[in-house]
């Protein structure tokens, strides 16, 4: 089955996306971690597409979905019968008809489009208070998610930092971005008929309840 999370920065795709890896047989696609992972192992997409963050550049659409069906096409077997989420993706409507036309010639569709719906107040509160680990990786926040030590990552004891995409200068223009290019993605999948609204102010597990209230809707 093939789910996409889609919703604002700060919704909470990355939590439920984790709680469903955690209680069912799932595997998360997102376009970040491609990134990230082709990037540091100086592939040859992954270096392709450092050549255009390097100048400040968009990673043009066909190398982005060149990455993403690289990792998707070396799931295999093992995860024939998975919950495939993606998360990060797709961002625009081209993209978004990419997926469908790639998704065509695999014989595959997507089954289902989980909306996170949250104000976009309520996106620069848990935006601006999120802390992460340089190290491992974890991510608190201030109010939310308190580390146990002010600052400090619980797991490694490493100093958390606020990326730098955190701040509420660059947090509001995310918001802005997303409200311009990626929200049209929301009529987009309700005239295809697969997007489910999800109430995102909830606490995670409730989110998470209602991601499974959901799947059962269409199974």
């Not at 955190?166 to 990626?182: A, F, G, H, L, S």
Request: with cysteine; hydrophobic share 30%.
């Amino acid at each position: 089955m093939n789910i996409i999370l889609l919703g604002p920065p700060g919704a909470g795709k990355g939590t439920l996306s984790s709680k469903i890896i955690e209680n069912k047989q799932a595997v998360q696609i997102s376009t970040g971690d491609i990134f990230r992972y082709n990037i540091s192992n100086e592939t040859e997409l992954g270096l392709k597409a450092k050549a255009y963050m390097d100048k400040g550049e968009l990673v043009p659409d066909e190398l982005t979905i060149d990455l993403l069906w690289d990792k998707f096409d070396t799931l295999g077997e093992d995860h024939k019968d998975s919950i495939i989420l993606f998360d990060g993706f797709p961002r625009t409507i081209s993209q978004a008809k990419a997926l469908d036309e790639g998704m065509e010639e695999r014989n595959q569709k997507i089954d289902m489009v989980i909306y996170f719906d949250v104000d976009d107040e309520i996106l620069i509160q848990r935006l601006t208070g999120r802390r992460t680990c340089p190290q491992c990786g974890a991510t608190y926040h201030i109010t939310n998610n308190p580390p146990k030590i002010e600052d400090v990552c619980d797991k490694c004891g490493t100093k958390l930092i606020q990326r730098a995409d955190d701040t509420i200068e660059t947090v509001e223009n995310r918001i802005k971005v997303y409200n311009k290019q990626t929200s049209v993605l929301i009529e987009y999948y309700t005239n295809k008929g697969i997007l489910k609204s999800i109430d995102g102010t909830k606490k995670p597990d409730l989110v998470y309840k209602e991601f499974e209230d959901k799947l059962e809707e269409i199974n």
